[in-house]
């Protein structure tokens, strides 16, 4: 009932009124250091305000093809969203944290709907496991006791409340129109196409089906470590590089700064 | 000498000081208490070339042949050195058929009997200038200084006198101008001397302005500025403004308004240098500089160059009689008034400066005769004043020197005891100034006397002349008719019509006086200073002393000039008839002036007379009394201040003048601080409010700055979204 | 296939399920002022754009966006490595994790801007839970003292 609802109003209307809304909600969701009770009423308007932007959001989505698939995506895409604003919404930066663990374990499962078998897992592994862990010890070393004034503030939230939300309403306008028909001062010049057409194919299978075999990870290495070797090559030397600058910014970073102790008993 | 050509040694004359002035500018500090002896080798070197240039000139002329009874050929010789300046080359100039269109410059530098004669002069009174000065100046810091100063004036003024042409004789004017400048301010932390130089630099730009518009209006008359005759490169003779061919036309030279404006002007530079009426005021206050220096730039030389400059343009001037008559009349008006000033002067340096500017208009109005008795006078009383005031300044010298600085006659007296030479050759000074035959200035000053005589009672003196030996020469002409040349001449301007017997009769009767006033105020100072109970001020110690040698032996030369120059120039006529040879003066104009050279008893027993008449006041009321008495005040009532103060001059000039300009020039720096540097400021401010606005998104929070760019972005985007969408 | 296919439903959301992260992502990296919380909205945003590239992928039925996302796990991984050895230094020199403390390239003459006095914060004191007390009480211990009271 809800969704013919939403089915009743035009798509324009509803991009209006998900940007509208999406972009008071995160404002007021933000971090304002207005403490005490309109702080929470603000909280709760903007919670509010954020899932009206999502039921907007969720009804310009397109049926997909099974039941089961759809409520798998939309749970873990709600999961995703739902995480990712909670974490530039958090007070503290040790629960921004966790919440981007739960976006990447949403993130995760949207990658693995959309066919990403090795990639889910991966994220969940590399980011979850690694990247965000690092995150957390560099918190417990860095962060002063107790909510820091910097924590509970915003740096002209209203501004990149709309920002955001005219970025988002622009992307999905963009994304709604790849969805219709190209209009035919859209359509390719014939040549361009007849060119096109005579390029030797890149992938004769049906799409998706060759991404969604049975030896998927070991197509994707395959892929990985024959057309992209180089690649591979160049992001392990990179990944050596990021050690050793990092090694040798700590170390000497170490020796250098003598202060830091005084600055931070000043700076509270 | 016979391997070294005239033009070589002409030269030489101007060079020799300059090089010295390079070598102790150089080696000043080398030298150190021996800085003199550049100076001295130079100007040396350059006064025996000028004597030689002089004996040599002289045998041109043809002096002592005995032929007094030829008229004087014009005798020049002209060196050109090379061409300083040339807009439109002169071939091009001879096809266009205009000479008048070629301006160039050579720097040409000339000899004539004019020249020789102050050549020596400038050198011979330099050269004794720097004798005197190794003792004056002895143990003054800035002396590397004063002697490079006095070697570049003696450069200068060679130089000055030695032109042949008028763009160089303006550059040489200011030349000598900066030399006196930095001379008079030699003592530059003095703050007196300070102004004065200021004040002298000043005063004479308003000369100087009038010698540079003259100029100019002489190469617009006549196309050239050169003194000589000149050929193209095409064979076509320019004729010089005094050259031999336009000497040789009685018309050539242009009178009415054009030709009296030109004479005016030049009149005008004459006066600002010459410290004529009403530009006399800077030399009073030159005294401050180093008494050397007065003697020789503000005593001797550089004061003369405006007799200089109207005698060496003498045709010019004969013809606008208007401006001519002018010349006397400024130059009698100054001789009188400075000689009243004078006569209250207590400061001694002063008495002399007011005494030079009289004797320089003495000078003045004997060339505004226009006779050629008249140039050839004002010459001759150039030559011995530049002796006997170059001897009175540097007595003065010696006594301040003595005195320890001290020169103000009050507070001293008696002095002839202290300093034997000084007093008597001081003595022999004030005679020759004050017109005591036989000493110089009586000479000199009985044929100023006489040509003024001469056009104050032309009828009488005709007949006096035809009595005399000689005179059936002017008989025939009677040269005494300026009215009748004027009368040819194409315009005659309203001011030529003071041009007349009765002006000269005033004149006449004004120098006389001015002859008196001279001899008293000459006598009071001699008196004041030398006679009376000896009295020493206190800066003098107890060592007051007559001076070291090398300061008395000048003295003592230039009182034996002073006492014989006069008697010997005039009665061998070797200076008239000499200078006589010089191109200006042997234009049919000034020519047909010529009389026969002869002693008028009626106008010598005047002039003495007059001089007796001071001498006598002089005695009456200082000598032998305490130089600090009231006498003067007692004598003169009010006039004293009116004396005292100079007429007034110098406050006239600072309400008319002065005051003025100040009151311009502060409503003027007020617009200036207010109106314009406010509109300026105030466009300055516009662009400042806009960066104050703009410069408060430069905060330095690189958030804000992402966010900017996250914005900037964002409408690029929505803008080519919007355009898809339109299409 | 070619260009002009339209996409499929699943695509669609998945492309605009990128989007939302990547805008939330752009949303916190300008709003939010903890160079931590910073980082992890540079790692959200980068989880948007895996999503848009394996959507895309599976438009294409081509490997490159799988493997782009690979290389972009890579990167994000070096990039936290170094940006975080940044942020120590930067806290170690102003004690604060601020991205405000770092102001000085405003202009000379303009006031550093601070922030305004903010209300104190209500929240509850923690309790933790407490067992009832057996034994002797032990002594203070240092490090509880340093124990931070609020996470």
């Given at each position: 009932m809800i969704a013919e609802l939403f089915q009743s109003i035009s798509p324009g209307t509803l991009l209006a009124t998900a940007v509208t809304t999406s972009a008071a909600g995160l404002w007021l969701l933000l971090p304002r250091g207005l403490g005490g009770g309109a702080e929470r009423a603000a909280r709760s308007l903007g919670g509010v305000l954020s899932l009206v932007a999502l039921g907007c959001f969720i009804a310009t989505g397109h049926r997909l093809g099974s039941v089961g698939e759809e409520a798998v995506f939309l749970i873990v895409s709600l999961l995703a969203v739902v995480s990712a604003a909670a974490t530039i919404v958090a007070r503290s930066p040790v629960y921004a944290a966790i919440w981007f663990a739960m976006t990447l374990a949403g993130v995760a499962g949207v990658l693995l709907v959309l066919g990403g078998q090795f990639l889910g897992v991966a994220t969940i592994v590399v980011y979850a496991g690694a990247i965000l862990v690092m995150f957390l010890f560099v918190l417990m070393l860095a962060q002063p006791a107790g909510l820091a004034p910097y924590d509970r503030v915003s740096n002209e939230p209203l501004l990149s409340a709309v920002a955001g939300a005219v970025l988002l309403g622009v992307l999905s306008l963009s994304i709604g129109r790849l969805s219709a028909p190209p209009a035919a001062c859209c359509a390719m010049p014939a040549s361009k196409a007849a060119l096109l057409a005579d390029a030797p194919s890149t992938d004769a299978a049906e799409p998706g089906v060759d991404l969604l075999a049975d030896n998927h990870v070991a197509r994707l290495g395959g892929e990985l470590f024959g057309r992209h070797l180089l690649a591979v090559e160049v992001a392990g030397v990179l990944l050596l590089v990021a050690l050793i600058g990092s090694i040798a910014i700590v170390s000497r970073g170490a020796t250098a700064d003598i202060e830091p102790a005084a600055a931070r008993r000043a700076v509270p | 000498m016979n391997d070294l050509s005239p033009s070589t040694l002409l030269v030489l004359v101007p060079l020799l000081p300059l090089v010295a002035a390079v070598l102790t500018v150089v080696l000043g500090r080398t030298l150190g208490g021996r800085s003199f002896l550049p100076a001295l080798a130079g100007i040396g070197g350059a006064f025996v070339v000028a004597l030689m240039l002089l004996a040599g000139t002289a045998r041109e002329a043809g002096l002592g042949s005995g032929d007094h009874d030829h008229a004087p050929r014009p005798v020049e010789m002209v060196t050109t050195l090379w061409q300083w300046a040339g807009v439109g080359d002169a071939q091009a100039a001879g096809d266009a058929g205009s000479s008048a269109l070629s301006f160039s410059i050579p720097v040409a530098l000339r000899l004539d009997p004019l020249t020789a004669t102050l050549l020596v002069i400038i050198t011979g009174v330099g050269l004794l200038v720097a004798i005197y000065s190794i003792g004056y100046m002895h143990g003054d810091p800035g002396e590397p200084r004063f002697f490079a100063l006095v070697a570049a004036f003696v450069f200068s003024m060679s130089m000055l006198v030695a032109a042949s042409n008028f763009l160089l004789v303006y550059v040489f004017w200011e030349a000598v101008g900066a030399c006196s400048y930095l001379l008079i301010g030699?003592?530059?932390?003095k703050p007196e001397a300070a102004k004065a130089a200021k004040k002298a630099f000043l005063v004479n730009r308003v000369g100087d302005f009038g010698l540079a518009v003259a100029t100019f209006l002489l190469w617009l008359t006549y196309g050239t500025l050169n003194f000589h005759d000149t050929s193209l490169a095409d064979g076509t003779l320019v004729p010089g403004i005094l050259g031999a061919s336009r000497l040789a036309d009685a018309s050539a030279y242009v009178g009415g308004a054009v030709g009296t404006a030109i004479c005016l002007l030049l009149l005008l530079a004459a006066c600002g240098k010459s410290a004529?009426?009403?530009?006399?005021?800077w030399l009073p206050d030159a005294m401050e500089g180093p008494t050397p220096a007065s003697s020789l730039i503000h005593a001797a030389t550089m004061v003369t160059a405006g007799v200089y400059l109207v005698a060496r343009t003498a045709p010019l001037f004969v013809a606008c009689p208007g401006a001519l008559t002018l010349v006397s009349i400024v130059g009698a008006s100054t001789a009188l008034v400075a000689a009243l000033i004078g006569t209250v002067q207590n400061d001694l340096k002063r008495v002399l400066a007011y005494s030079t500017i009289s004797q320089l208009g003495y000078m003045f109005v004997s060339l505004g005769t226009g006779s050629l008795l008249g140039f050839t006078a004002a010459i001759f009383h150039l030559v011995t004043h530049a002796f006997f005031k170059a001897l009175l300044f540097m007595g003065a010298g010696s006594v301040m020197h003595a005195m320890g600085g001290v020169i103000d006659m009050r507070r001293f007296g008696g002095l002839r005891r202290i300093m034997p030479i000084t007093a008597s050759t001081f003595l022999i000074g004030a005679l020759a100034l004050a017109g005591v035959a036989p000493f110089a200035g009586f000479y000199s000053k009985d044929e100023i006397l006489s040509s003024l005589h001469a056009r104050g009672w032309a009828d009488t003196h005709a007949e006096h002349h035809?009595?005399?030996?000689?005179g059936d020469r002017a008989a025939g002409l009677n040269?005494?008719?300026?009215a009748t040349i004027s009368s040819e001449a194409p315009v005659a301007t309203a001011?030529?019509?003071?041009?007349t017997p009765a002006t000269f009769r005033l004149l006449f009767w004004m120098s006389l006086i001015t002859a008196g006033l001279t001899a008293f105020y000459t006598f009071r100072a001699v008196f004041m200073t030398f006679t009376g109970p000896t009295r020493v001020p206190d800066e003098a110690g107890h060592h007051a002393h007559e001076s070291p040698p090398s300061m008395t032996v000048p003295l003592v030369i230039l009182a034996a000039l002073s006492a014989v120059s006069g008697w010997w120039l005039f009665s061998t006529h070797s200076l008239a008839s000499f200078l006589a040879s010089t191109p200006s003066f042997t234009a049919p104009s000034v020519a047909a002036t010529a009389t026969p050279l002869a002693f008028h008893w009626d106008i010598a027993i005047q002039g003495t007379l007059a001089a007796a008449i001071g001498i006598v006041i002089a005695a009456l009321g200082h000598l032998g009394r305490r130089s600090d008495g009231p006498q003067m005040e007692r004598f003169l009532g009010p006039f004293e201040t009116l004396f005292a103060r100079r007429f007034f001059i110098d406050e006239i000039y600072s309400g008319f003048i002065v005051k003025p300009l100040e009151l311009i020039a502060t409503v003027a720096a007020f617009l200036d601080r207010h109106l314009i540097d406010g509109l300026v400021d105030g466009i300055a401010r516009i662009p400042l409010g806009c960066g104050a606005v703009i410069r408060r998104a430069q905060s330095g929070l690189l958030q804000r700055y992402a966010l900017a760019g996250v914005i900037g972005t964002l409408l690029i985007v929505l803008a080519l979204v919007a355009r898809a969408m339109g299409q | 296939m070619t260009p002009t296919d339209t996409l499929s439903p699943l695509v669609l959301d998945g492309l605009v399920v990128g989007a939302m992260l990547f805008a939330i992502g752009l949303v916190g990296i300008l709003a939010r002022r903890n160079l931590i919380v910073m980082f992890l909205c540079a790692e959200l945003m980068l989880q948007g754009i895996s999503v848009s590239l394996v959507s895309w992928s599976r438009h294409h039925g081509d490997w490159g966006g799988h493997v782009l996302v690979i290389l972009v796990l890579t990167v994000a991984a070096c990039e936290a490595a170094v940006a975080l050895v940044f942020v120590l230094q930067a806290f170690s020199r102003t004690g604060r994790l601020d991205a405000a403390a770092w102001q000085s390239l405003r202009e000379s003459n303009l006031p550093r801007s601070i922030d305004h006095e903010l209300p104190a914060i209500d929240t509850v004191p923690p309790r933790f839970p407490t067992l009832t007390r057996a034994g002797i009480e032990p002594a203070?211990?240092?490090?509880r003292l340093l124990e931070r009271e609020h996470v």
């Open positions: - | 030699f003592w530059f932390s004529q009426l009403p530009l006399h005021v035809e009595s005399a030996p000689g040269p005494f008719r300026f001011l030529d019509a003071i041009n | 203070a211990d240092e490090d």
